[in-house]
């Protein structure tokens, strides 16, 4: 009798034990649907007539077109070229004035040829001398075609020169649809692409000096005088250069950019219109697209701090969420599609706040976006008497 006794209380610690330190399995995992945000954006406003592009730098795909792609007269554009051919040859830093230029007979006959071409001059007295800097902002603020072509043949002693360069340049930096015969624009087989352009304008921006001549609306260089910026949109709607062109056969052009903040971000825009009636009506339809890319940059909500993904349940009847550590938002251009794929680490117990997973949100052109999961509440041990009232149920 002794012996079943004891035998029965062995067997029953035996139990006890066995049901208080039994591993738990790990709880069952979750995961709840996502609700993508949903945006609702404005169609771009491009002109009716000739070749547009623009584009968000840094933003992937949001390249936009309209009109022709065909390559065409682009004027005093061309000033560009010749702006990053000759510091290319000639390099500046921002804030230095560079060498001194002694304009010789030859550039000071270069007045007369392009005045009678009925092309944009400055001021060029005999004897003149001005800094490489100052000689810049002369062709490209007032558009001087005397002083383009006085800037090339400084950089490359000869026109024939100036135009191997040139190529040279342009086919270095991958302008395929880009062909310039001089420094000026004024022959109209200067030519190039609207797409074509909005690169050239990432390549103007680039260059700081250039950047800074560009976005200049006036300065006053001796023995010239005072010069305006020819692109009269300068300093509205954002706008901080870069280049107007006008040609009969070209018509009225602009390469532009114009820089916004969304988001906590500066963004940028740059873009190309070709073959305007007038400058008045190009510049009117600039601010029109303008407006219309501005609106198309948005911030995304992708997820707010503590939003559920997944839930974990026990055997013992406790649950919580698995929610995001933290909010998560991303600045977007145009249409955008978000996706959302959680991941539940195993486990068994936690404390509030442990991180138990990642959630990756896949965004329309921008790079994947991942968010840690915590859990939203504890995972208590449910404790020995439950473990014994309920032998095994969580292995």
Known sequence: MTISVVAVLVLAVGYLVAAAVVPFSPASATTTSYAAPTSSLPALTFPSYGATAVEAPGFPESLRTSGDTKQRSIASISKVVTALVVLDAKPLSQGQAGPTIAFTPEMEGLYAQYLAQNGEVAPMPSGLRLSEYQTLQVMLMKSANNYAGSLALWAFGSMDAYKKAAASWLDEHGLDETSIQEPTGLDAKNVSTATDLVDLGKLALANPV?????????????????????????????????????????????????????GGKTVTVIGAMLGGKDHDALDADIQRLLHSVADNFHVVTLTHAGQTFGTYSTPWKDETDAVTESASEVLVWGKTTVTATTKLDPVTLGTKGERIGRVRFAITDHDPVTVPLVLEQAIPDPGIWWRWTNPFQGA
């Open 210 to 262: 250039v950047k800074e001549v560009v976005g200049t609306k006036q300065a006053t260089i001796p023995d010239v005088g005072d010069i305006e910026n020819s692109n009269k949109l300068l300093g509205i709607d954002g706008v901080e250069g870069i280049k107007t062109g006008t040609l009969d056969e070209a018509g009225a052009c602009l390469l532009f950019a114009a820089t916004y903040q969304r």
